[in-house]
């Protein structure tokens, strides 16, 4: 929730409400994702696309 929340403040997005209309995710899963409910990885990358943000993914250092 944090992630998103940052990406909408640094949009301008000011509510849940506005992200949905904007990413057309539906709105119960907005909510349900800025509250720290339980979303797939696929909503949430679907929300930062329409953002204008990409996820990355990289691999853990072996720790040597």
């Known amino acids: 929730s ?10 301008g997005i000011n509510n849940g409400t506005e992200l949905a209309r904007l990413s057309g995710v539906p709105y119960s ?3 349900r994702a800025l509250n720290d409910g339980n979303i797939g990885a696929n909503v949430v990358i679907e929300m930062l696309d329409h953002m204008g943000y ?7 250092g072996s720790g040597e």
């Open 2 to 11: 944090v992630l998103i929340k940052t990406a909408m403040a640094n949009k």
């Open 29 to 31: 899963t907005v909510i």
């Open 54 to 60: 990409q996820l990355s993914i990289s691999l853990k």
